[in-house]
C-alpha cells in the first residue's frame, strides 16, 4: 500500500490544522495506520493511531485532547485533526500502516508515507 501525506504548513499557535494520510494500491480499510511526527534534532516520536475498524485510538500524553485521528474507509483516508497548535508541535509529520492491530512503536509500521512539515509558530 502507498501512503500520501498531507495537510501540513504555516501557522500560528492556537490554531488548527488537519492532515491526511491518502492510500492508493490497496484498501486500507484491513490497515492500522498511526501518525508520527519528528522535529529537528530529536527522535521520531508517536502520535496517534487508530486501529483497522477505528474502534481504538491511542493518542501520545502530549498531544491528548488537543488532536483527533479519525478515518474514512470509503475515501481510503485517515485524518489528524490538529487543535490548538503550539510551537513543540513543530514537526514532520509522517503517516504509516500495519495489518490489523495498531502499533504506537515507529518500528512496528510495514509501509509509510512522505513527512508533510507542520511548523506552528508563536
Known amino acids: 500500500v502507498q501512503l500520501q501525506a498531507s495537510g501540513g504548513g504555516l501557522v500560528q499557535a492556537g490554531d488548527s490544522l488537519m492532515l491526511s494520510c491518502t492510500a492508493s494500491?490497496?484498501?486500507?480499510?484491513?490497515?492500522?495506520v498511526g501518525w508520527f511526527r519528528q522535529a529537528p534534532g530529536k527522535e521520531r516520536e508517536f502520535v496517534a493511531a487508530i486501529s483497522w475498524r477505528g474502534a481504538s485510538t491511542p493518542y501520545a500524553d502530549s498531544v491528548k485532547g488537543r488532536f483527533t485521528i479519525s478515518r474514512d474507509n470509503a475515501k481510503n483516508t485517515v485524518y489528524l485533526q490538529m487543535s490548538s497548535l503550539q510551537p513543540e508541535d513543530t514537526a514532520d509529520y509522517r503517516c504509516?500502516?500495519?495489518?490489523?492491530?495498531?502499533?504506537?512503536?515507529?518500528?512496528?509500521?510495514?509501509?509509510w508515507g512522505q513527512g508533510t512539515l507542520v511548523t506552528v509558530s508563536s
Open positions: 494500491g490497496r484498501a486500507l480499510s484491513d490497515y492500522a
Open positions: 504509516a500502516a500495519k495489518k490489523w492491530l495498531y502499533g504506537t512503536i515507529w518500528t512496528e509500521y510495514d509501509y
